[in-house]
Nanobody, 128 residues
Framework: VQLQACGGGLVQAGGSLKLSCAAS????????MGWFRQAPGKEREFVAV????????YYADSVKGRFTISRDKARNTMYLQMNSLKPEDTAVYSC??????????????????????WGQGTQVTVSS
C-alpha cells in the first residue's frame, strides 16, 4: 500500500489544521490506519488509529478531545482534524497502515511497531 500525507503547515496556538493521507494499492477492508508524530529530539509517538472497515477509533491521551481521526472509503483517504492546537503539537506527522488489523485490539495498535506501511511526513508547526 502506498500512502501520501499532506495538509501540514504553520498555525497559531488555538488554531486548527486538517491532515490528509491518501492510500492506494489495494483493498483496505482488513486494515487499520494511524497517525504518528515525531518532534525534534524526541521519539516517534502514537497519535490516533482507525479501523478502516468499521471506523472505530483510539487516541493518545495527549490529543483526546482535540483531534479527530476519520476516513472516507470512497476516496481511500484518512484524515486527522486537529483543533485547539498547542505548541507541543509541533512535529512531523506521518500516516501508517497495517493489514490483518481485525486480529488485534485497537488499543494494542497504539505503537509504530505494528504498522508496516508508512507515508512521508508532513510538518505541523504551532506557534505560541
Amino acid at each position: 500500500v502506498q500512502l501520501q500525507a499532506c495538509g501540514g503547515g504553520l498555525v497559531q496556538a488555538g488554531g486548527s489544521l486538517k491532515l490528509s493521507c491518501a492510500a492506494s494499492g489495494q483493498s483496505f477492508s482488513d486494515y487499520a490506519m494511524g497517525w504518528f508524530r515525531q518532534a525534534p529530539g524526541k521519539e516517534r509517538e502514537f497519535v490516533a488509529v482507525i479501523r478502516w472497515n468499521i471506523g472505530s477509533t483510539y487516541y493518545a491521551d495527549s490529543v483526546k478531545g482535540r483531534f479527530t481521526i476519520s476516513r472516507d472509503k470512497a476516496r481511500n483517504t484518512m484524515y486527522l482534524q486537529m483543533n485547539s492546537l498547542k505548541p507541543e503539537d509541533t512535529a512531523v506527522y506521518s500516516c501508517a497502515a497495517r493489514d490483518n488489523a481485525n486480529i488485534m485490539a485497537i488499543a494494542t495498535m497504539a505503537s509504530a511497531r505494528w504498522f508496516g506501511s508508512w507515508g512521508q511526513g508532513t510538518q505541523v508547526t504551532v506557534s505560541s
